[in-house]
């Protein structure tokens, strides 16, 4: 399955912002999805994910209370909802996905998923 993360801009601190995650070649929904966000000299780090079932979800402590991930089966799409942006959370945004062992699981590495979208820049002015 390929991926396409889109939905990047620049935007100014306490701004929001939604990102999706899109499927091409395969259905998202029978993927468990991650999110992670990678500044310039930087290594790419976990931000959220999202299981198969959607009933678990895990964060990053830097964004618990002000992201949120979700997904529409029906429209085959996951979706990084971000709210109160800062300057800090500005990086190249990627989603990722995998087949999981069980449905309710959730992956936060990057070598735990298999498939990448190509990323969105999000750009936090302050």
């Known amino acids: 399955v390929q991926l396409q993360a889109y939905g990047g801009g620049l935007v100014q601190a306490g701004d929001s912002l939604r990102l999706s995650c899109a499927a091409s070649?395969?259905?998202?929904?029978?993927?468990?999805v991650g999110w992670f966000r990678q500044a310039p000299g930087k290594d790419r780090n976990f931000v959220a994910a999202i299981s198969r079932s959607a009933d678990n979800t895990h964060y990053a402590d830097s964004v618990v209370g002000r992201f949120t991930v979700h997904r529409d089966n029906v429209k085959d799409t996951v979706y990084l909802q971000m709210y109160n942006l800062r300057p800090d959370d500005t990086a190249v945004y990627y989603c990722?996905?995998?087949?999981?062992?069980?449905?309710?699981?959730?992956?936060?590495?990057?070598?735990?998923?298999?498939?990448w979208g190509q990323g969105t820049q999000v750009t936090v002015s302050s």
């Open positions: 070649g395969g259905t998202l929904s029978t993927h468990a």
């Open positions: 990722a996905a995998r087949a999981p062992w069980n449905v309710d699981y959730v992956y936060s590495t990057p070598r735990d998923y298999k498939n």
